[in-house]
């Protein structure tokens, strides 16, 4: 089938296509705005896969930014896609960018696609069997066996072990 539009239009880079991965929905406060001092504080903090301890290191301190503000008539989730681009840098900006057009819907669906991809299954399998199997060291002190065991849970944060037994 011929394209019958005219040489100059059909030589145009297209102008669709570059639609944001995550849908922000309707906002329906007068007025609102995230305020620069909000967006500077969460890039304090960006992240970097090869700097930081984790994507649910990243998550933690992200949430612990934005579970504080508060707009009125603007669910915190909402306000958590706003800004949640602003807090990725590196390799995490280029997933971000990756992630199909309009495909992230609600703040879990985001959290739950960032942790799969910089956190995969087999890295959490290889966590969990250094749990499983820790072992103090020959000249370990107990508390140095113990942070180091602390440390390990801390990096599987969904490790899915019952505390109870463990402390």
Same mark, same amino acid.
């Given at each position: ?11 145009q880079a297209p102008?669709?296509?570059?639609? /944001? ?15 620069? /001092?909000?967006?500077?504080?969460? *890039? ?24 504080? *503000? ?28 990756? @992630?199909?057009?309009? /495909?992230?819907?609600? $703040? ?13 299954? /087999? ?22 066996? $113990?942070?180091?065991?602390? @440390? ?16």
């Amino acid at each position: 089938m011929a394209d019958d539009r005219p040489m100059a239009e059909q030589l145009q880079a297209p102008t669709g296509g570059f639609e /944001s991965a995550i849908v922000v929905p309707p906002i329906n406060a007068q007025n609102f705005e995230l305020k620069s /001092s909000l967006i500077n504080l969460v *890039q304090n903090r960006i992240f970097r896969k090869e700097v930081m301890r984790g994507a649910s290191c990243s998550i933690r301190h992200f949430e612990s930014i934005t579970n504080n *503000q508060r707009y009125p008539d603007v669910p915190n989730t909402t306000i958590k896609l706003l800004l949640f681009p602003f807090s990725l840098d590196g390799v995490a900006k280029t997933w971000l960018d990756k @992630e199909p057009p309009n /495909s992230i819907l609600t $703040w879990d669906d985001l959290v739950s696609k960032f942790i799969n991809f910089f956190f995969p299954p /087999s890295k959490t399998t290889n966590l969990r069997n250094e749990i499983t199997n820790f072992r103090q060291i020959a000249q370990e002190s107990f508390s140095e066996a $113990w942070e180091r065991f602390k @440390e390990l849970l801390r990096k599987c944060p969904h490790h899915g072990f019952s505390l109870i037994f463990i402390f």
